[in-house]
């Protein structure tokens, strides 16, 4: 803003003092009569003074004593304006019985939803203990399995080395061979 940056290749002294340079502004010699030419041309200006004018339906409520108007506060039936009230405050009766109704309704409802959430947690947790249970039994049946193939293995070396002695022996001490 106000700032030229020259493309000409200056210095960079140029153009550091063109960037901290301060510029002032005269005041402008714009008389009254001149200014309210240049208002009354202004576009927005105009438009601004063909919307209407307003004011509050009951001007005492301003608080401004210019402002007093009796005539409308007698034109005003209280009567009417006490019965819309009263209707209105009915209605807000009515809306906020229904509401700490339903309020009352949901708060017992998330009771209830707590209580059985609390349940099934109970039977996740019972259910997560008895199979945690039953991979102990998997894993110890898993380990005897793997210990009876052992033995089974070691048995038929065995009979095969006691064959293999059986088959050294003279024909008189010789055993049965083994069956399994």
């Not at 009515?94 to 959430?117: F, G, H, N, P, Y």
């Amino acid at each position: 803003m106000g700032q030229q940056i020259s493309t000409d290749g200056s210095s960079r002294q140029e153009s550091y003092a063109q960037a901290n340079t301060m510029v002032t502004v005269k005041e402008g010699s714009m008389t009254r009569s001149s200014l309210s030419k240049h208002i009354e041309e202004d576009q927005d200006f105009k438009a601004l003074q063909k919307l209407p004018k307003f004011s509050p339906l009951m001007r005492g409520s301003l608080n401004l004593p210019v402002m007093r108007d009796s005539g409308i506060l007698d034109k005003m039936d209280s009567k009417d304006a006490i019965s819309f009230i009263n209707r209105y405050e009915e209605h807000l009766k009515l809306c906020s019985q229904t509401i700490t109704v339903d309020q009352v309704v949901l708060a017992s409802r998330m009771k209830e939803i707590d209580v059985l959430m609390d349940l099934v947690m109970n039977k996740v947790a019972e259910r997560q203990n008895k199979l945690s249970a039953l991979a102990n039994c998997a894993r110890a049946t898993q380990s005897i399995e793997n210990c009876i193939q052992k033995i089974h293995n070691n048995l038929e070396d065995s009979i095969s080395l006691a064959e293999q002695f059986n088959n050294l022996l003279p024909e008189g001490h010789k055993l049965e061979p083994l069956r399994l």
